[in-house]
């Protein structure tokens, strides 16, 4: 069972490290709140001999989950490219094409 608190400790850290680094502030008791009862619903998960390598690993896969999501431009996440024209299209006229 220390494998797994582990990896809810490691989770809140994210957390706590994302909310600091974005907004100069603790995060949300909201985002706390539900991060840990994710994982107590996994440590339910644990409860069963066979079924606590599972738990783990996801209580460990969401903690990458977590991790990936801290630098984005590295990962390929957040959002997608904007598929609308740019600022330096903005007051151009539009070309003509043709044959």
Known sequence: MGAFI???LIGEGIISWRAI???KAPPVPGALLASSGLFALLALLAESE???PL???LAYGFDLAAFMNLYPPVTGGGQAPSTTAGPQNAGAAPTQTGA
Do not use: I
């Open 6 to 8: 582990a990896a809810w």
């Open 21 to 23: 680094r974005q907004t």
């Open 50 to 52: 066979q079924a606590r």
């Open 55 to 57: 738990a783990v690993l």
